[in-house]
């Protein structure tokens, strides 16, 4: 992290502002980034204190050039599970020769195999690598990430994974909003496994996590329709916000119970059927879809361009994790998104920084504009399209939070 003091001026960039409402972007406003051509960035004490064009630089602030780049909000990837320890590389390989997600879950692998692997590592090993990851996530322009828990399944697990996204958040420049995904498979193993996970280990992260938000997977070989309402209606009434996966592989009832309860968001999306896409396009909650899945499971997408048009509110994130989606780029994300969900590249990067910002309840990030913080990426691009554009390779030349510079060179 630099010790740069938190006031910069960035100066002649094209600005994608966001505009200045707060809350989701839904429908048209999702692709109106309201740019400013040559326009500049004052930021003070790590607040954006004015955005616009010809602004002076107050004594002792410094300036940066941005040289007619495009100065964007720093990424929102609201949806991760950047903690977790071991590798699915022989995983990927039966993949390769044919096996099917859910018949390696089946068989004991996947989400389980990096369960195995978590239980046997320290709190200490857990930091250190979600550390690491948080690191390059930062240096590709993303400085928010939602992680979350659920490769321990335990008590005494699942807590140790929460502690060490806490200890990682600590020393990490940005924002880490941790979410315990407690119902994230089931351990074959463990006799009782949902009803102890609904009674002791809920209680017990209500306990040392008051009001995190807790998730759950619901598919087929993983928490049914009813297990995952049990669990979350007892959270809902331990005061916790919920999110869910759902609808990856097959669509079981999900998306209105969710709807009907209110809950921050469903994931995934993939096998909706429209008529629950337009309903949950119609509610207040959240639809997050998962490009990285897609690409790297089954070619199998979110219609992203129907929700949108349904006036959904809609975000998009790596869904980072070692089973399906080995990506740390929300750069990569907008890519995938202009390709295979259906959205321009404007309509991506909406769903990337306001509403992703939205969805975690970061209300003074997502945006640039005066009283937001100074959280900002300068891209190597001049034209935001080329994020849809391209992919693979490095797009952020430098990444301020706070008005400090954390990542990449000026």
Not at 246 to 268: C, K, T, W, Y
Request: hydrophobic residues 40%.
């Amino acid at each position: 992290m630099s010790d740069e003091p938190g006031d910069a001026l960035i100066r002649g960039g094209r600005v994608l502002t966001m505009g200045e409402a707060p809350g989701a972007r839904r429908g048209k406003a999702l692709g109106e980034l309201h740019a400013i051509d040559n326009a500049d960035v004052l930021i003070r004490r790590g607040r954006i204190e004015a955005v616009g064009v010809g602004l002076g630089a107050p004594p002792g602030v410094r300036t940066i050039e941005a040289d007619g780049r495009v100065v964007a909000p720093a990424f929102v990837d609201c949806h991760t599970h950047a903690c977790w320890a071991g590798d699915r590389l022989d995983e990927w390989e039966q993949k390769q020769r044919g096996a099917t997600y859910l018949e390696l879950l089946e068989g004991g692998g996947g989400i389980m195999s990096t369960v195995r692997a978590v239980r046997g590592a320290s709190e200490d090993e857990l930091a250190d690598s979600l550390s690491a990851r948080l690191a390059v996530m930062l240096s590709e322009g993303t400085a928010h990430a939602e992680v979350k828990s659920g490769y321990g399944l335990t008590t005494r697990d699942e807590l140790k994974m929460l502690g060490a996204i806490a200890r990682a958040s600590a020393s990490f420049p940005g924002t880490v909003h941790p979410t315990a995904c407690i119902g994230h498979a089931i351990d074959p193993d463990i006799s009782g496994f949902v009803e102890r996970t609904i009674g002791e280990t809920l209680d017990a992260v209500h306990t040392e996590f008051p009001g995190i938000t807790i998730d759950a997977y619901c598919e087929r070989g993983a928490w049914s329709l009813a297990e995952c309402l049990c669990l979350f209606d007892r959270a809902l009434g331990l005061g916790h916000p919920v999110r869910v996966h759902a609808d990856q592989f097959n669509s079981l009832g999900m998306v209105p119970e969710a709807i009907a309860r209110g809950f921050v968001s469903v994931d995934h999306l993939e096998a909706t059927t429209g008529e629950d896409l337009r309903a949950l396009a119609a509610s207040g909650t959240f639809g997050v879809m998962l490009a990285c899945s897609g690409f790297h499971v089954d070619g199998r997408y979110g219609d992203g361009r129907a929700f949108v048009d349904a006036g959904g509110a809609l975000a998009i994130a790596t869904n980072a994790n070692p089973g399906s989606a080995p990506c740390l780029s929300m750069a990569m994300t907008i890519a995938l998104a202009t390709r295979y969900l259906g959205l321009s590249a404007a309509e991506a990067i909406g769903a990337c920084t306001a509403n992703g910002a939205a969805l975690l309840g970061l209300d003074d990030r997502g945006r640039i504009a005066p009283g937001m913080a100074g959280d900002l990426v300068i891209l190597r691009h001049t034209d935001e399209r080329q994020l849809g554009y391209e992919f693979g390779g490095r797009h952020a030349d430098a990444v301020f939070v706070g008005g400090r510079l954390v990542a990449g060179s000026l």
